[in-house]
């Protein structure tokens, strides 16, 4: 999988290559992450990126000529029709379906604006998609990448060593995940539940789903709005409802 950043801050990027899976994913050459640099594009005599937007207003703009260089450069350095994604609040929403899809191209290349945003003309000619993580503005688009560069490598086959890992995560089957525990067997009162101690794979795997399915109707029900269930899914939901008097 490769990932183009472009970034005013490289050395930010730079963490995903150096700790956790990612690290180990681009030392296996799983991933390849390459930052450019606006400014080292930039024809400003000063070395500036950014300008006052049209109109007044606070802040300051992206501006058109150091992104589409960068740009070009990137794209140049990435597989051929690599798609371009912005980070922006304005964006849809980054899910695990998208993330999912991002995986299938292949390749992309991620603009991490800075300062109030970018100049439209390069969202409106230059970038396929806009993306989000979340309603809330952050400082620049470079974590919102990071965000994107670990969820996706995480789809990359032999990454986590397990594909099995990537499959069973929260929102993987459109469900939260169910809890976990280990050793010791009981603290402070609290002991792991003894099916897990059963030996019994089936009643493990229902008793599971049956926590997905129980977590994910009292944290997420809009997850669950247009899932159609099957009876077995229905039968365990019920169980777990009634175990915790919901009424």
């Keep these: 999988m490769y990932f183009g950043v472009i970034t005013l801050f490289p050395e930010m990027i730079d963490a995903v290559t150096k700790f956790g899976v990612t690290r180990r994913a681009c ?6 992450v390459d930052c450019i640099n606006p400014r080292d594009y930039t024809e400003d005599k000063f070395g500036n990126v950014d300008d006052k937007p049209y ?5 300051m703009l992206m501006q058109v000529q150091p992104l589409r ?3 070009r450069v990137a ?3 990435a597989p051929k029709d690599t798609k371009v994604v912005c980070m922006s609040p304005q964006g849809v ?8 899809d991002i995986h299938s191209w292949g390749s992309v290349i991620l603009i ?9 003309r390069v969202l409106q000619k230059e970038v396929d998609l806009e993306v989000s993580v979340g309603d809330y503005v952050l400082s620049g688009g470079e974590l919102p990448a990071m965000c994107i560069i670990d969820a996706v490598s995480r789809m990359v ?21 169910f809890p976990q525990y280990t050793r010791p067997e009981e603290i402070d009162g609290m002991r792991v539940p003894e099916v897990l101690m059963s030996g019994n794979h089936e009643k493990i795997r229902n008793w599971r789903l049956q926590q997905c399915l129980g977590r994910t109707y009292e944290r997420r029900p809009d997850l669950l709005k247009n899932r159609v269930l099957t009876k077995l899914e229905r039968k365990l939901l019920d169980e777990y409802l009634q175990e915790h008097d919901f009424k």
């Design 27 to 32: 030392e296996n050459g799983l991933i390849k």
């Design 55 to 59: 109109g007044g207003g606070p802040g």
């Design 69 to 71: 260089d960068a740009l």
């Design 75 to 77: 794209r140049s350095q």
């Design 93 to 100: 929403q980054l899910n695990h379906s998208l993330v999912t």
């Design 112 to 120: 991490a604006g800075r300062y109030e945003g970018i100049d439209e």
């Design 157 to 177: 086959p032999g990454v986590l060593g397990n594909i099995q890992n990537a499959q069973e995560d929260s929102f993987a089957q459109g469900l939260l995940h």
